[in-house]
């Protein structure tokens, strides 16, 4: 499956009802766990409480699909933003099939609304695990030059020093800014070293989506990552 139509099952996402229909809501927002980023006090306790309720709601609809044998896991990744199209689903589903929520197109998007959300590397890693390929943390190795990159090639964030015009040694996947996938690689356009797509769920409004992004330069740093 290709990253972007992976984005599509967040964008459209079927649920099962009571009675045997169908509904298609969207489960598309970003959403990152905890107050890191954050600086003003106001911003980190309203951070806090949100995911305070966030928590709650989840744990309610998880506590009625749990009657009917649903994975904890499913759960958790769920609530810490790393949830698939499928494990969102499910637990829907789950929660409907016990009247914990009313299977109505209104009250599943609010739901999802207010509730659901994945972050980047969640997004990240629900596409390597539903293709079976593992998760993010796994994937290793680099790309030199912009003609090399792929389809599926997993883009990180580096932080980068203006003034030596270097990358920052090498951080550990969890210190990475922000993480992303290639739908397809560069294509000359007369642009910098070419313009690809690319899968992602990040922050601003912008959610899980695909983008365009063009490649100005490649920059090394002294271990030529």
């Not at 990240?124 to 593992?134: C, K, L, M, Q, S």
């Not at 943390?137 to 030596?164: C, M, N, P, S």
Request: charged share 30%; aromatic share 8%.
């Amino acid at each position: 499956m290709r990253p972007s139509d992976f984005v599509k099952k967040y964008h459209h996402l079927t649920v099962r009802t009571r009675v045997g229909g169908e509904l298609t809501v969207q489960a598309n927002k970003y959403f990152m766990k905890g107050t890191e980023g954050l600086k003003k006090a106001e911003e980190i306790q309203a951070k806090k409480a949100k995911d305070e309720l966030r928590q709650t709601a989840v744990k309610q609809l998880a506590s009625a699909g749990l009657q009917v044998s649903l994975d904890d896991s499913v759960v958790r990744r769920i609530f810490d933003g790393k949830g698939s199209p499928g494990d969102i689903a499910t637990l829907i589903e789950a929660a409907i099939s016990v009247e914990a929520i009313a299977d109505d197109s209104y009250t599943v998007q609010k739901f999802c609304d207010d509730y659901i959300g994945v972050d980047c590397s969640g997004f990240v890693d629900a596409y390597f695990r539903t293709e079976n390929r593992g998760s993010v943390g796994k994937l290793r190795g680099h790309r030199k030059e912009a003609t090399q990159i792929q389809a599926q090639d997993v883009l990180y964030w580096y932080d980068f020093d203006k003034e030596t015009k270097k990358l920052a040694k090498k951080p550990d996947v969890g210190k990475v800014g922000h993480v992303a996938v290639v739908d397809s690689p560069p294509v000359s356009t007369g642009e910098g070293l070419g313009v690809m797509t690319v899968c992602e769920s990040r922050g601003g409004g912008i959610g899980v989506s695909t983008n365009l992004y063009t490649i100005r330069e490649v920059l090394k740093d002294d271990d030529d990552h």
